[in-house]
């Protein structure tokens, strides 16, 4: 029998780091449609909650986190600082190992470790870490294995920890205990709570971008988030080099007053006094004159992001006019075609089908393949419908695609059949009961239906969700009528 670090009780559903910063765009540099990740599908012998999941990245986060450093969780999984403050070229990194006794898989479960370790040791959101985790594993997929590549970007100290045998990860599953060594681009900009801690830019060139057009959608909430993370990283530098300015400036300053006081006292003071004096001063010029020298690198440094800013804006802002030109009629309100849901009983309760219907005639002109809705409310995300039906024998949120009807993204949680489903595309989030162990919560989903958070009390599965400005309404398990923090989904 399988064991398994994964998925929530009764149905078991298989679930998908201070002073450097994750290099985001880095990250994000390589997408390739041909990642597919085969995942485990048998049965189970354990299973582990979403918080035991995301404790392992907690722990590794907590962990030895000096230069060169490895904090290890039970000789199962590793994560090697591998920084080289010395080393101005190349980009460092963490690397977490996935060691022979990890039992980890499902890559939504290395997502959620990953993401665990980006939250404690960066302070990212949920949101961010899931996204940025996302990337690391297919950039690894990507170039799994490709030596070189990682040798022609990354710092000695970096490679020294890789061989072309483990860097990066494979596609299935069973290749991961042992041969994994999964590379986050670290940047030297900041630590904690900067966002600039993963470079977004890096993630988004020309192979990624090619890639993510060939979705329906071309992946413009995706790439918008990583644009808009690239520039608040861009404004933090900015605010940076602008603080270095004034250091330099105050210290120039300084400088020159010593050297007009030494000037003064040229008659009074000894010889010897006089030479140690000078050298210090020229000292602390030479040292200035390096600053200065690496803030005018940094500027160019900006000055490139922000025109490859610019250049991903338009792209997306043309993908958009692409994406809205294709979108056939149904997408707009035409009342020839009504989307409708229709039931049947199945198993002794009625389960939902999505079809369009003739507005005039109520002729049915073409139905959904999933046929197995628990949710009685469709609701709207972007180009897509937002339902909960069965899927592999439990109930899961699911996005259809609204011309073709198809399912387009699954969600790996286990939600309640009939849980309200309440999406709030200003946040980019989509709330919903979900089941962790063998209790009922309110689960926080990004996007791509990755479940980013849980809420620290159980609810009442029939429970109405009502987001506010800074909370979220939610009926507890004992009926009291409770806010939950929108950030965290805490009491």
């Known amino acids: 029998m399988k064991t398994l670090i994964s998925a929530l009780l009764l149905f078991v ?11 985001r765009e880095e990250l994000e540099s390589q997408i390739t449609r041909a990642v597919e990740f085969q995942n485990y599908q048998g049965p189970y012998e354990r299973v582990d909650t979403i918080e035991a999941i995301r404790s392992i990245g907690a722990a590794l986060a907590a962990g030895p986190r000096g230069a060169g450093e490895t904090a290890d969780y039970f000789g199962r999984y590793q994560m090697i600082h591998a920084v080289d403050p010395e080393q101005p070229q190349g980009l460092d990194a963490d690397i977490l190992v996935i060691l022979d006794g990890g039992r980890v898989d499902h890559i939504d479960n290395i997502r959620r470790i990953l993401g665990a370790y980006l939250e404690q040791a960066y302070h990212y959101s949920a949101s961010q870490a899931w996204r940025i985790a996302e ?15 990682f040798a022609g970007r990354y710092k000695p100290v970096v490679i020294e920890n890789l061989s072309a045998d483990n860097v990066g990860i494979a596609v299935r599953y069973s290749e991961w205990p042992g041969k994994t060594r999964l590379v986050t681009p670290l940047s030297s900009a900041a630590g904690p709570g900067e966002i600039g801690s993963v470079d977004a830019l890096a993630l988004t060139d020309e192979r990624v971008v090619e890639e993510l057009r060939t979705r329906p959608d071309m992946a413009l909430e995706e790439r918008r988030e990583m644009v808009d993370l690239a520039e608040r990283a861009i404004e933090e530098q900015e605010q ?33 006094e006089l030479e140690e004096r000078e050298r210090t001063i020229a000292e602390r010029e030479d040292a200035i004159a390096a600053r200065e020298e690496a803030l005018e690198r940094e500027r160019d440094e900006v000055d490139t992001r922000i025109d490859e800013v610019r250049e991903r804006r338009e792209e997306i802002a043309e993908d958009t006019r692409t994406v809205m030109e294709r979108a056939p009629a149904a997408l707009v309100d035409d009342i020839r075609e009504v989307l409708f849901v229709q039931t049947r009983m199945r198993g002794g309760r009625p389960l939902g089908q999505l079809v369009i219907i003739d ?3 109520a002729t049915v002109l ?10 009685r409310r469709v609701e709207r995300w972007a180009n897509d419908h937002l339902v909960v039906a069965e899927r592999d024998g439990a109930a899961r949120l699911v996005r259809v695609d609204s011309a073709s009807l198809q399912p ?55 429970s109405y969700i009502a987001p506010a400005q800074d909370v979220v309404y939610v009926q507890r398990s004992d009926g009291i009528i409770v806010g939950l923090s929108l950030d965290d989904l805490s009491q």
Do not use: C, M
């Open 13 to 23: 559903v298989p679930l998908a780091l201070v002073a450097l910063e994750v290099d």
């Open 135 to 149: 990337f690391v594993t297919i950039y690894n997929a990507i170039y799994r294995g490709e030596l070189d590549f």
């Open 240 to 272: 940076r080099i602008e603080r270095e300015a004034e250091q330099i400036a105050a210290e120039r300053e300084a400088v020159e007053r010593e050297r007009e006081q030494i000037d003064q006292e040229r008659e009074t003071i000894g010889e010897q």
């Open 359 to 361: 507005g005039e005639t």
């Open 366 to 375: 073409r139905r959904s393949e999933l046929d197995t809705l628990t949710s």
């Open 408 to 462: 387009s993204t699954v969600g790996s949680a286990e939600l309640f059949p009939e849980s309200a489903v309440v999406p709030r595309p200003d946040r980019g989030e989509i709330f919903a009961v979900v089941r962790d162990g063998e209790g009922w919560y309110l689960g926080k989903f990004n996007s791509s239906l990755a479940l980013l958070e849980r809420s620290s009390v159980r609810v009442d599965p029939f």
